[in-house]
């Protein structure tokens, strides 16, 4: 019984399994410059979903004249596409990307990008249809993109400090997600909605900047370009 303890408390108890300090891990992970592309696209990305969430009815409604059911609609299109987003981009990058998430989140910010862009242009001549497809094509990749977020996140820390590197990149979105909603409605009230989707547009392009200069994905977008 003895020998059995003693044999566990190594185990359990040994210097290589001691969690470091909380100081230490903070500045491993300021120092993991890798890190930062991934850091601010989730703040660009989640500004821009939760926009979708607090704008996108007020939007369609203010803009297009639309009653503000049918916008619902057109929203809850956006929401359920970002759902099976956040399933089919994350297998994608587990099938065809091999693993690599930059990839695919990167194609997902310029997808996001692009759609946004539309936004910025007189949509008062597109048929109702095009609305529904276009809120689609938003919400799967502005919405589903946060999987490959957060794997990536996790990926790219180190093995003991996963949980505090995934709690810091929550946390900076949480101050995207508390200012981005109003921040943009203040530019609407200030400047219209033209600037409003230009800035989130401006966002999102230097958040793909970013992205396509590291090395992960500078080797090709083909899924097969391995």
Known sequence: MGNDFSRSSRIFFSPKQQVKPFQKQLQE??????????????????????????????????????SPMLAGQIFSVSLFLGMVGRIILASISDYFYKGNRRKPLLFSVLAAFASVLIFTMNIHTLPLWSLFLLSGWLGFFGIGWYSLFIVEVAEKSSEDSVGVTVSFALTLNQF????????????????????????????????????????NCQKGFLPLDY
């Open 29 to 66: 992970i300021i120092k993991n410059k890798a890190l930062y592309p991934v850091f601010f696209t989730g703040i660009c990305m989640i500004s821009l979903q939760m926009v979708i969430v607090g704008h996108l009815t007020i939007f369609l409604t203010n803009t297009e004249s639309l």
């Open 176 to 215: 995207a997600i508390i200012s981005a909603p109003p921040i943009f409605g203040f530019i609407v009230d200030v400047k219209g909605y033209t600037w409003a989707w230009l800035s989130i547009a401006f966002l999102l392009l230097l958040s793909g900047i970013g992205l396509l200069k590291n090395k």
